[in-house]
């Protein structure tokens, strides 16, 4: 039973938690209101509703070629995220060397530099090597903004492991690499889960590498989107942002599935 001096405080609660999850959701509720409009223009259909814009979404090689291109980005963004932040999380939690807290500060240098500043110190360097609008130099790109996150993620799971467990195994005749998967993978199996799913986002989500480094006939959705949201608006902006918030959403399954199986 609730304590009465409780009570406001239980329902202040309640109504700040309520408000909150509206403040949320309501973005995304409009965006799929203002989809289904009949007409040209970007406003909630009060009358007549019409699947015309995703028709014109899917009908549009612009369209779904960009969206390929997000996914082909997200998959390799992920990959290259998982590798790079679980090797650099084995290097400074079971190494010693010298500079392992030097390289642990580097990993996060990415996060306190402004998008647009990396964007424009690599655009140079991926026309010189001739990788601009390639799905692999955008992902490259992508893991610099997700590296580090997937890093302390596997950095916090890898420090609460127990060293000891992956050592035993090892003793009774496992190779390091077969101890490794054995024992300490399953371990931090939630960790890679995490940071492969908040991976997948920042990747599907990211606008300001999309729009340096890609090219017009090489863009994800987010870069594919801006020229239309900056000339004008209609129904199929609202169209394209509900199809890249369920390419996330199942973007998110199909990675979460994988890596159960693993």
Known sequence: MLNCAFKPVWLLGRLLGGLTLLALVAP???AVWMSF???ELLEPPTGEWSVRWYREFFGSVKWTRALRTSAEVAALSVAGALVGGLGLAVAVTRFHFRGRYIL???VLLPMFVPAVVLAMGLLPLVMLAGLQGRAYSLAAAHCLVSLPV???LLRNALAQADPELERAARGLGARP???FRRVTLPLIAPAILAGAVIAFILSVNEFTFAVFLGTPGA???PAALWPEARDKDTPLLAAASCVTVLF???GMWVTAHLLRRL
């Open 37 to 39: 409009a009949p007409g």
């Open 219 to 221: 863009r994800t959705l």
């Open 104 to 106: 642990s500060s580097a």
């Open 177 to 179: 690499w077969t101890a």
């Open 248 to 250: 996330t959403l199942a």
């Open 28 to 30: 995304f509720v409009c």
């Open 150 to 152: 997937v890093f302390l």
